[in-house]
C-alpha cells in the first residue's frame, strides 16, 4: 500500500491535555501536510511542511518532519472537546502530485 | 467566496445503474482532485485535473470510473455499471495552482450502491 501509517489509529484524551498523532512514510517527499475531518466528510487543511523544514506552528498546533526517519508529528496542546475528529498527513513525493493520504488517527477529546 | 461544493450530497442507486457525482470547484482554482473514501478508511486518490487534462489517471479503480472537467472548471466523476464495493464517499478538493498546495474539500457526496 502506498498509504502511510499514522499512529495511534484512535486517541482519547482530557481536556486540556496534549494529543500527538505520529505519521510514516515510505518514499521521499515534496511536502507533507495536514488534515483535519469531521462526521467523516470534507477535510479542513491544518498544516503544510515542507521537505526541507523541520517545525512549523499554527496556534495550538505543532508539527514536526523528520525526513531521516521519513515520519511527521502533530501535537495539538492544551486540546478542546471542538478538536474532536479524525486527523491525516497526507504527502507528494518528489515528481508527482498525487497526494498520498494516511490512515488517520481519531481522536477523542472528552470534556 | 464560496467554497468547494458536491452535488448531489448523498445518492442511492441500485447495482448496475450508472451515476454522475458532480464537482464545482473554487472559482480560478486550477487543480482539481477527486479522491474515494470508504468507511473509517482514509482517502484513495483517484485522479486530478491541471486544467482541463488529467495528467494522473492512475487512481481509477476500473474502467467503469471516468471523469472529465470542462472549461476548467466543474467536473463530472462518473461511474458505470455500479457495484456495492463502489459505496463510499467521493471527495472532490481543488488547489489554487499544480504542486504542491493547500487543497480545499467540498463535502462529498455518499454513494450508496445497493
Known amino acids: 500500500s502506498q498509504q502511510g501509517e499514522e499512529d495511534p489509529q484512535a486517541l482519547s484524551i482530557q481536556e486540556g491535555e496534549n494529543a500527538t498523532m505520529n505519521c510514516s512514510y515510505k518514499?521521499?517527499?515534496?511536502?507533507l501536510q495536514w488534515y483535519r475531518q469531521n462526521s467523516g466528510r470534507g477535510l479542513v487543511h491544518l498544516i503544510l511542511i515542507r521537505s526541507n523544514e523541520r517545525e512549523k506552528h499554527s496556534g495550538r498546533l505543532r508539527v514536526t518532519l523528520d525526513t531521516s526517519k521519513k515520519s511527521s508529528s502533530l501535537l495539538i496542546t492544551a486540546s478542546r472537546a471542538a478538536d474532536t475528529a479524525s486527523y491525516f498527513c497526507a504527502r507528494t513525493s518528489i515528481g508527482t502530485y498525487k497526494y498520498i493520504f494516511g490512515t488517520g488517527t481519531r481522536l477523542k477529546v472528552l470534556a | 467566496g464560496a467554497g468547494v461544493s458536491q452535488s448531489p450530497s448523498n445518492k442511492v442507486t441500485e447495482k448496475g445503474k450508472d451515476v454522475e457525482l458532480r464537482c464545482d470547484p473554487i472559482s480560478g482554482h486550477t487543480a482539481l482532485y477527486w479522491y474515494r473514501q470508504s468507511l473509517g478508511q482514509g482517502l484513495e486518490f483517484l485522479i486530478y485535473f491541471q486544467g482541463n487534462s488529467a495528467p494522473d489517471k492512475s487512481g481509477l479503480p476500473s474502467d467503469r470510473f471516468s471523469a472529465e472537467r470542462t472549461g476548467g472548471s466543474v467536473s463530472t466523476l462518473t461511474i458505470q455499471r455500479t457495484q456495492q464495493e463502489d459505496s463510499a464517499v467521493y471527495l472532490c478538493?481543488?488547489?489554487?495552482?499544480?504542486?504542491?498546495?493547500?487543497?480545499?474539500f467540498g463535502p462529498g457526496t455518499r454513494l450508496t450502491v445497493l
Open positions: 478538493a481543488s488547489s489554487p495552482r499544480q504542486g504542491p498546495d493547500t487543497q480545499y
Open positions: 518514499t521521499s517527499i515534496n511536502n
